[in-house]
């Protein structure tokens, strides 16, 4: 069967919000899209409207089209699950950890430095859950185990590339990697290490929510500020 054109808009416009590239809050300007399509914004109307029903894209007047923003109460529930489940997962996984994986997490995090001179918020998410692997995947328990890796998964669903919003967050989020390197290396004892992961979590969760309220309540009194396109969705 044929696709039609606002199949293919829907298509062309889902797949970039599913792989990040148009973060929560990117507007979609439909006839940039047309023109990248080569189509009339009808089909790209159309496949708006579609996505608009999913409850991926939210039209509002004098706003446009853009990417639905998360929502506070989901990326809430998921990032303080996450940092639970995570810490102590990873704190459980740390006597099993080698100086090998060490080394690839410390070669992992320093690509995430690299990465942040030209900053691609989907890039550096990668890397970061490939950091977090590492250090967590080792862990005896099963369960636990798989507490974590649903937890990350939901944020593939929720779409949070986490730093698109809060660029600054990325920098500091690499020195406390290094951090908790270090705390594995010397041994430290469980608890602080579970601790220090979980901090290393909410850290982020805090500054994207203080974002959020920034957005909704600005000082200025004007309309909410969309979130901030990543370097990957400028260039589209």
């Known amino acids: 069967m044929t696709e039609s054109k606002a199949q293919r808009a829907y298509r062309f416009i889902r797949e970039r919000i599913d792989d990040g590239s148009y973060v929560p809050g990117y507007r979609l300007v439909l006839?940039?899209?047309?023109?990248?399509?080569?189509?009339?914004?009808?089909?790209?109307?159309?496949?708006?409207?579609?996505l608009e029903a999913e409850g991926l894209v939210t039209f509002e007047r004098n706003v446009g089209a853009q990417v639905a923003l998360i929502k506070?109460?989901?990326?809430?529930?998921?990032?303080?699950?996450?940092?639970v489940v995570e810490g102590y997962a990873?704190?459980?996984?740390?006597?099993?950890?080698?100086?090998?994986?060490?080394?690839?997490?410390?070669?992992?995090?320093?690509?995430?430095?690299?990465?942040?001179?030209?900053?691609?918020?989907?890039?550096?998410?990668?890397?970061?859950?490939?950091?977090h692997a590492v250090l967590f995947e080792a862990c005896p328990?099963?369960?636990l185990l798989d507490l974590v890796h649903r937890g990350w998964s939901r944020m593939k669903v929720l779409r949070a590339?986490?730093?698109?919003?809060?660029?600054?967050?990325?920098?500091?989020?690499?020195e406390e990697?290094?951090?908790?390197?270090?705390?594995?290396?010397?041994?430290?004892?469980?608890?602080e290490l579970e601790l220090v992961v979980r901090?290393?979590?909410?850290?982020?969760?805090?500054a994207v929510l203080a974002y959020q309220a920034a957005q909704k309540t600005p000082a200025t009194g004007s309309a909410p500020v969309a979130a901030p396109q990543s370097t990957a969705a400028a260039r589209q």
């Open 31 to 50: 006839g940039q899209i047309a023109r990248e399509l080569n189509v009339s914004v009808v089909p790209v109307r159309e496949a708006i409207r579609l």
């Open 72 to 83: 506070e109460t989901e990326y809430l529930y998921t990032m303080q699950t996450l940092a």
């Open 90 to 131: 990873t704190s459980l996984s740390a006597p099993y950890l080698t100086p090998g994986h060490i080394a690839r997490a410390r070669l992992i995090n320093e690509r995430m430095r690299q990465t942040l001179e030209a900053f691609d918020p989907r890039r550096f998410t990668e890397l970061n859950l490939e950091f």
């Open 141 to 143: 328990n099963p369960h």
């Open 161 to 174: 590339s986490s730093f698109g919003f809060v660029p600054g967050r990325a920098r500091e989020s690499v």
């Open 177 to 191: 990697h290094e951090r908790i390197l270090e705390l594995i290396e010397a041994g430290a004892d469980p608890r």
């Open 199 to 206: 901090e290393h979590r909410t850290a982020t969760l805090d």
